[in-house]
């Protein structure tokens, strides 16, 4: 499936482009976002990296991610949300929105449009969003998606210099289909 476009509420998800690794780095360099990621801040050669490895990947057959800007009205990239498929209809859960554009409910309406395409589209049975306990905002994203709290993977993720737990949610196609709105 190549290309997508899923039009949200107030963002639209699409294909990376490679004009897109400006504001990729505004994403991926900033550790105001990076300190709630799995890695660590990245300089502009990594995120024309990052860029150039997901338009490639995409157009892989079969496809084994959907790594999607998160784009604005303008159709300029804020952030970027990932399905990562994993397993037998099973997939990994990934966003960020740029710092610049907290607070808007971006984070959300994308989640909710990638778990949406995943269970609809895709036929997935099974959604997982691992997250640093101290990421409050994240926690609560993925509450609203309905997902449920798993368990704290120990020691799961190596991010500034130090080893971070994760806890991990999951949400199945049966609870996405009958939650209400």
């Known amino acids: 499936m190549y290309p997508i476009t899923i039009p949200g509420r ?8 490679p004009d897109d ?3 990729a780095l505004a994403i991926i360099g900033d550790d105001r976002v990076t300190q709630w990621l799995s890695f660590d801040s990245r300089d502009h050669a ?3 990296a990052m860029v150039e490895g997901a338009v490639t990947r995409a157009q892989l057959t079969p496809r084994n991610e959907y790594y999607l800007a998160v784009a604005d009205t303008e159709d300029r990239m804020i952030g970027f949300a990932r399905l990562g498929l994993t397993g037998h209809q099973a997939a990994k859960l990934g966003y960020a929105i740029g710092a610049d ?3 808007r ?3 959300t309406d994308a989640a909710r449009m990638l778990v949406g395409f995943g269970f609809q589209e895709l036929g997935l049975h ?3 969003a691992a ?3 101290d990421n409050a905002a994240s926690i609560a994203v993925v509450k609203r998606l309905g997902m449920q709290y798993e368990g704290r993977l120990r020691d799961h993720v190596y991010t500034n210099g130090a080893w971070r737990d994760s806890q991990l949610y999951s949400i199945l196609a049966t609870e996405w289909n009958t939650k209400p709105g």
């Open 105 to 107: 409910g971006y984070a």
């Open 131 to 133: 997250i640093g306990p």
């Open 10 to 17: 107030v963002i639209t998800l699409r294909e990376l482009r």
């Open 101 to 103: 554009h907290w607070g």
């Open 126 to 128: 099974r959604i997982t």
């Open 21 to 23: 690794a400006a504001d």
């Open 46 to 48: 990594a995120a024309v």
